[in-house]
């Protein structure tokens, strides 16, 4: 006879608690190994959860909508459909059965589930395996889509909602970075970039008088803010002028471009000149990081914020970019983002021009060396090098370093060359 646990799975390494979004399978429901049980909200995201053992499931200890700490049980898993009372009877502790029945297996033979993207990564994954997404599986099913004809485009192969849609000519494909084992190995210990908070969050159902709880993604970033507070950092601002970028925006929007991918592109073409800007801080010494990947912060509809990473913003041209950019923003609103898509940046976009902020400064994300802030682009009266008087589009922007490892005239020099950039040669940024 065997009883097993599934315990609360740590997806993140800030992660402390997780969430039930949604149980896939019901009490009673047969269970192979590998396969999906519950979803679990995370830090940032949604995550499908795997167990290690085939089985029923016969118990649920926390329902959907109730949290559990890492490492806690929260369900159990029967061999067989006789063993289902008998884990049922485990749930309280005065039981008949509870008594003469031994305890459950130890975390380290017990099921744990584990999130997909690190179980494939694992002992467990089956070679040849189809692996899908509980939603993607689901929309299969509704539009008759042959799963064994697909190609994942998610982590190490895995189908995702979107490879069904472009299955059926839905949505056009996207191309999306490659997460590689050594991608996901890396990041996983890396902490959570977190930007600074927009001022207003959106509580969709405050009630004057009533204490609201943090979410979970709230919570994140309130242990983001806090740690940055042990960081020396210093800002330095630089006024822009964009009429060359405003206007090829303009040419290549009806493409699909975006202004956000535009400016992510920029730094990070910048930032191949300025590597420290692109480096972090350890006790150890300097982290230069060999990829430049661009964290854009975006608000969530119910308070907090993500940073999706646009990766190797600097290898990758503008079209891909901003493809890849509606997908990421799309799928973070959704909470379907891996960890390796908002845990990975190198340096921070934050842009509240789009709400007509002049300026400001930014709180620098844990575990990153810098932190750009983006003001609207406003036309302004300007004096000419030949002394005449004309009006320009010009914005204001602000980085926050890090000065244990980079010095003013660093940043100096990165603003002077992003400047030159935009205001130069803009057109290079669609080679």
């Known amino acids: 006879m065997s009883i097993n646990e599934v315990f609360m799975p740590a997806l993140s390494s800030t992660m402390t608690e997780g969430k039930i979004v949604s149980w896939v399978k019901s009490p009673g429901d047969k269970v192979e190994k590998g396969e999906t049980v ?75 589930a584990t999130p997909v993207t690190t179980s494939q990564n694992g002992s467990n994954h089956q070679p040849g395996r189809v692996v899908v997404s509980p939603r993607a599986r689901k929309l299969a099913k509704e539009l008759k889509v042959d799963l064994n004809t697909l190609k994942g485009s998610g982590p190490y192969g895995r189908i995702v909602a979107e490879d069904i849609e472009v299955a059926v000519g839905k949505v056009p494909p996207v191309t999306t970075p490659v997460v590689t084992p050594a991608t996901v190995t890396a990041t996983v210990t890396a902490p959570a970039p977190v930007v600074t908070p927009i001022p207003t969050q959106v509580v969709t159902s405050s009630v004057p008088g009533q204490v609201v709880p943090f979410t979970t993604l709230q919570n994140a970033v309130i242990r983001g803010m806090v740690a940055s507070l042990s960081v020396p950092v210093f800002r330095v601002s630089y006024t822009i002028s964009t009429d060359g970028l405003d206007k090829l925006y303009k040419q290549i929007k009806s493409k699909g471009v975006t202004m956000t991918a535009l400016l992510a592109k920029a730094v990070a073409v910048t930032l191949q000149k300025h590597p420290i800007l692109n480096a972090s801080y350890s006790d150890q010494g ?22 999706p990473v646009l990766q190797n913003a ?16 799309e799928r973070a609103r959704t909470k379907q983002l891996q960890p390796a898509e908002y845990n990975s940046g190198t340096f921070t976009l934050s842009n509240l021009g789009m709400f007509g902020v002049d300026t400001f400064d930014a709180i620098l994300p844990p575990g990153q060396g810098s932190i750009l802030a983006i003001g609207a682009s406003r036309p302004q009266v300007v004096a000419t090098t030949d002394g005449l008087f004309a009006v320009r589009q010009q914005m204001q922007v602000t980085i926050t370093c890090d000065h244990r490892i980079i010095y003013g005239a660093d940043a100096a020099g990165f603003l002077q060359d992003l400047a030159k950039l935009i205001e130069t040669n803009p057109q290079s940024l669609t080679m």
Request: no cysteine; charged share 15%; net charge negative.
């Open 38 to 112: 519950v979803v679990v909200e995370s830090d940032k995201a949604d995550m499908d959860v795997e167990t290690f053992y085939e089985g029923y499931l016969a118990h649920i200890i926390v329902p959907a909508g109730e949290t559990a700490p890492v490492g806690a049980a929260i369900a159990y898993i029967a061999e067989t459909e006789a063993e289902i009372p008998t884990a049922k009877s485990l749930a309280n502790p005065g039981g008949a059965a509870a008594s003469s029945m031994p305890a459950p297996l130890p975390v380290a033979a017990a099921a744990i």
């Open 314 to 329: 600097d290898a990758i041209d503008i079209y891909s970019l901003s493809r890849n950019w509606r997908s990421l923003v």
């Open 286 to 307: 300097v982290v230069n990081h060999s990829d430049i990947n661009i964290s854009v912060a975006v608000a969530m509809d119910d308070g907090g914020l993500i940073t």
